[in-house]
């Protein structure tokens, strides 16, 4: 029996797993040909094809003696290239990295996913030391949105290999980073789900840093019962525990501030379209300023960013040496101004971060959600953007604007995609809890999106 396995979500090929339907070990061969017979060289680094195919001949074993780890068990899985893997070489999309030793052990989330029996892949291309939400990258090239019907449009990033491996049916999930919009905005230009865990949900062992004070990680995926799944295996635990909410039950509240300045007129139209269907559906919808957000790109100007500052910190050796130029220049370029961001600014931004973030928690009602568009705009064309490096920094703000709230207050989010905009491209409505909320937010996530 021939079965197309590109395109089926995790869910779906667990089934057809573990009632014997499909073969683990076949499962992964059709991957690896979904692969090569797509033909984009820039959406994976590198292939694992040695370690997949004896994971997947284990988990085939197990399943045949019913023994099966569980839902997971057979299911394949690629990683962003800041993941280590054991006997591979960790390179954060730079060639810089490239001759470095290969990782002694996974990283831990690696060898969470690895215990239920998930079949890892390979290593997912992304901008390079995960400084951009672009996702283009000088170095692998960059990945084909897969959803573009016109001229090659952004994958976004810094996640681009893992948002393209997934929109194109050649992996279920792929695990992706976020640090202002990583995993949320290639998920939103290519049409999936991708789901932002509070910070320190998760092991952070073996995965190579941007900003720690920001860093968070997630899947990218097809359905948010993915997601879920994902999520539990992530923390060791056996069975996911969350169900869907009633949408009832749910209230939302549209962020007026920031959120929607400059947005193209199809995204807010299909976000609208969403929040009269939710409406319709019982849930409750309501809308407020948040002078907060205002203030977080005051402090931003005033102070510079977070995540320069510390990017900084963490790449100086290499930006004051001779690895600057073999970097992407707009990495440099923007990694380099975090050397003017004093320790009295940093300290500050932290300062006005705790008490920013005070104010807006205070602002909502308990168990209120945020409703917004992903982004305010679709994935725009890559040419304009190569060779243009002041349409590129515009470009990169305007992409990061709506996600880097999230991080800045430490917020989990989940983007899903509600429908296209201009030239035919996925638009993403984001729904944002509060830190550690993470449960409540894929409960409202999977009944949002039933209701879509």
């Known amino acids: 029996m021939s079965l197309d396995i590109r395109g089926r979500s995790v869910a779906s090929l667990s089934v057809l797993l573990q009632s014997g339907t499909l073969d683990a070990v076949t499962l992964a061969e059709e991957t690896f040909a979904a692969i090569e017979e797509h033909g984009d060289p820039a959406i994976f680094t590198a292939l694992t094809q040695e370690r997949a195919y004896r994971e997947a001949q284990?988990?085939?074993?197990?399943?045949?003696?019913?023994?099966?780890?569980?839902?997971?068990?057979?299911?394949?899985?690629?990683?962003?290239?800041?993941?280590?893997?054991?006997?591979a070489v960790t390179t954060a999309g730079s060639v810089v990295l490239a001759g470095d030793p290969p990782a002694a052990r996974d990283a831990d989330v690696v060898a969470a996913l690895s215990a239920a029996g998930m079949v890892s892949i390979g290593r997912l291309n992304m901008s390079e030391f995960a400084f951009s939400g672009l996702g283009i990258n000088p170095h692998y090239g960059t990945p084909k949105n897969p959803r573009s019907t016109d001229v090659d449009r952004l994958p976004g990033g810094s996640s681009s290999g893992s948002g393209v491996a997934v929109a194109a049916g050649l992996v279920p999930v792929a695990i992706g980073t976020d640090t202002g919009g990583s995993i949320r905005i290639p998920a939103a230009f290519n049409g999936i789900v991708g789901y932002k865990a509070t910070r320190?949900?998760?092991?952070?062992?073996?995965?190579?840093?941007?900003?720690?004070?920001?860093?968070?990680?997630?899947?990218?995926?097809r359905t948010v019962k993915d997601a879920i799944w994902i999520d539990a295996a992530m923390r060791g635990q056996a069975a996911p525990a969350v169900t869907a909410a009633a949408l009832g039950d749910l209230r939302f509240v549209?962020?007026?501030?920031?959120?929607?300045?400059?947005?193209?007129?199809?995204?807010?139209?299909?976000f609208e379209t969403a929040v009269v269907t939710l409406q319709k559906a019982g849930a409750t919808v309501r809308r407020q300023a948040f002078p907060q957000f205002s203030a977080l790109f005051d402090l931003m100007a005033e102070r510079g960013a977070l995540v320069t500052a510390e990017a900084y910190a963490l790449h100086e050796a290499r930006l004051t040496g001779d690895a600057a130029a073999r970097m992407d220049r707009r990495v440099v370029a923007r990694a380099r101004l975090g050397a003017k961001i004093s320790m009295p600014d940093y300290i500050a931004t932290l300062s006005a971060r705790r008490r920013l973030t005070a104010e807006v928690e205070q602002a909502l009602a308990p168990g209120e959600l945020l409703l917004s568009p992903t982004l305010p705009h679709v994935a725009p064309p890559v040419a304009p953007l190569i060779d243009d490096d002041d349409a590129f920094v515009a470009m990169n703000a305007k992409?990061?604007?709506n996600t880097l709230i999230g991080n800045?207050?430490?917020?989990?989010?989940?983007?899903?995609?509600?429908?296209?905009?201009?030239?035919?491209?996925?638009?993403?409505?984001?729904l944002s809890g509060l830190a550690q909320k993470d449960e409540a937010l894929l409960a409202a996530a999977l009944a949002v999106e039933a209701a879509l």
Do not use: Q
Request: net charge negative; charged share 20%; proline share 7%.
């Open 58 to 87: 284990a988990a085939s074993e197990r399943i045949k003696a019913g023994r099966s780890r569980g839902l997971l068990d057979g299911i394949p899985i690629a990683w962003k290239d800041l993941f280590d893997m054991e006997g």
């Open 200 to 221: 320190g949900r998760y092991s952070m062992a073996g995965v190579f840093p941007l900003a720690t004070s920001l860093d968070s990680l997630g899947p990218l995926c």
């Open 254 to 270: 549209i962020p007026e501030t920031v959120f929607f300045d400059g947005a193209e007129p199809e995204v807010i139209a299909a």
């Open 399 to 401: 992409t990061l604007r």
């Open 408 to 430: 800045f207050f430490d917020w989990c989010g989940v983007s899903l995609p509600i429908g296209t905009g201009a030239a035919g491209m996925p638009v993403g409505l984001l």
